[in-house]
Nanobody, 123 residues
Framework: QLQASGGGLVQAGGSLRLSCAAS????????IAWFRQAPGKEREFVAG????????RYVDSVKGRLTISRDNAKNTVYLQMNSLKPEDTAVYYC??????????????????WGQGTQVTVSS
């Protein structure tokens, strides 16, 4: 029900835009987040956006470089990734849930998950 796309290989300093398309759910009723998981590491919260689109949150390491947005008319969330660094290399997952704000960064708070898209940043 969530389909992530847009990953790829990019040099450090480059940009990518990830998309997460939803189907089979009332998209505008769900908060959406992007998580990432690098080899040997735990899944990490990257960015989240409330169902209205008016409130966003980011992990400190991506602030000023990554931007999350959503288009409820297209049932799609985007993650614009600029000034990419090698440490951004991971599989990126989108997730949807009806969450309370205190749990925005916790994976278990989300009900639906996309399949993941690989982002590789070379130095």
């Amino acid at each position: 029900q969530l389909q992530a796309s847009g990953g790829g290989l990019v040099q450090a300093g480059g940009s990518l835009r990830l998309s997460c398309a939803a189907s089979g759910l009332t998209f505008s009723s769900y908060d959406i987040a992007w998580f990432r998981q690098a080899p040997g590491k735990e899944r990490e919260f990257v960015a989240g956006i409330r169902r209205s689109g008016g409130n966003t949150r980011y992990v400190d390491s991506v602030k000023g470089r990554l931007t999350i947005s959503r288009d409820n008319a297209k049932n799609t969330v985007y993650l614009q990734m600029n000034s990419l660094k090698p440490e951004d290399t991971a599989v990126y997952y989108c997730a949807a849930g009806r969450i309370i704000i205190s749990t925005v960064s916790t994976p278990w708070a989300y009900t639906y998950w996309g399949q993941g898209t690989q982002v590789t940043v070379s130095s």
